[in-house]
């Protein structure tokens, strides 16, 4: 194996713990896993995970709470721009 290089990382302590912890129960230690990583990453040339946002954000959630309260938003409406005049307001 080739001389090993140490790393230094800015993570929080509950979130090295936690992970920590999941990885100890795979039979791994953090470097195991770290390595693991990279060379999944080199392999994917990339995350080697899908990277989206799932969950709306503060802003988006607000709106959506917001055209749940309002009564006009759901029509029944007779034509496209009453919908959108109610979409508008």
Known sequence: MAKSKKLKL????ELVAQAAALYESLGLDLSTATRIFFLQSL????????LRADEPNAVTLAAMEE??????????FDSVEEMMKSLNS
């Not at 800015?10 to 302590?13: A, K, Q, S």
């Open 67 to 76: 055209a749940e309260r309002d009564e006009d938003m759901y029509g029944p």
């Open 10 to 13: 800015d993570i929080e302590p």
């Open 43 to 50: 392999r994917c040339h990339g995350l080697p995970f899908p």
